[in-house]
């Protein structure tokens, strides 16, 4: 759990920075695995937005 490699990586990557463009910075341990596993479900950045907004929240 909260592992990927290859293209999962560039999505988690571009997804960090445009989360950081909306002011979601420094998240928890907890919040980034939860995201890894997310992006193994979904595989796009647009798609991701607003259930790795949810789950910073749960975690802050």
């Known amino acids: 759990m909260g592992e990927f490699k290859d293209i999962n990586d560039r999505i988690f990557y571009d997804l960090?920075?445009?989360?950081?463009e909306l002011g979601y910075e420094n998240i928890t341990t907890k919040a980034h695995n939860e995201i890894v596993d997310l992006i193994d479900?979904?595989?796009t950045v647009e798609g991701l937005i607003p259930e790795a907004i949810?789950?910073?929240k749960k975690y802050k």
């Open 41 to 43: 479900a979904h595989c």
């Open 16 to 20: 960090l920075d445009r989360l950081e």
């Open 54 to 56: 949810e789950i910073i």
